[in-house]
């Protein structure tokens, strides 16, 4: 996973190693909504003050599952 823009407020953009619908349908299965597919390898992700630790956490080691 990389980082496409350096800076950012609260939504960022990635760049997965598989493709980014796959990703979010699968992280879907998991119960966790991941962001939105902007290309094939492109995922957009928002957090806010209102996103607790716990659920960047799994976000975190869901990608790790999903993309190993």
Known sequence: ???EN???FNEFTVTLSK???DVVEALAAK????GYA???DKLLI???EMTKDEDITA????LKEVLS
């Open 46 to 48: 928002c957090a806010t």
């Open 19 to 21: 493709p980014a619908n």
């Open 59 to 62: 976000l975190v080691d869901s």
């Open 1 to 3: 996973v990389s980082l």
């Open 31 to 34: 119960g966790i909504i991941a």
């Open 38 to 40: 902007t290309a094939d």
């Open 6 to 8: 350096e800076n950012f």
